[in-house]
């Protein structure tokens, strides 16, 4: 809301905005009245997308107020969903980096850009597979 205050940060070509974990980020009434001014600064065309675990009473008022035509899709499985077919997996990659000790700073940055490196290879090995 300050870069858009400041003029620091344009919303006039907004297509879309999303709040993702929407019921956590709304539960505070200061943030939810922050929220509410960046949804009034968007052009009226703009699609406004709010996901939540949840669905408590302040994030429907946040969307029927914020909203033109507000849908809440419910998950039918919760708090218990089932993610047919999805697999999910890690990898802890962090244990085999080795990184030869020079300031600690430097060795922190390369460790995170191994880190991306690696997890861009397994991402394409995944999308070629």
Excluded at 34 to 52: G, T
Excluded at 64 to 72: C, F, I, L, Q, T
Excluded at 95 to 123: A, C
């Amino acid at each position: 809301l300050d870069l858009i205050k400041r003029g620091i940060l344009q919303t006039k070509d907004i297509k879309m905005i999303v709040l993702d974990d929407a019921d956590t980020m709304l539960f505070n009434i200061f943030d939810r009245d922050q929220v509410f001014h960046i949804f009034k600064e968007l052009p009226a065309q703009a699609q406004i997308c709010l996901f939540s675990p949840t669905m408590p009473g302040y994030v429907l008022d946040v969307m029927n107020e914020s909203m033109k035509n507000p849908v809440a899709c419910r998950d039918p499985t919760f708090p218990h969903p089932h993610f047919g077919g999805m697999q999910q997996f890690y990898i802890n990659i962090v244990d085999h980096i080795d990184v030869p000790p020079k300031d600690p700073d430097s060795d922190l940055e390369t460790k995170e850009r191994v880190k991306l490196e690696i997890l861009s290879d397994l991402l394409e090995i995944r999308n070629t597979s």
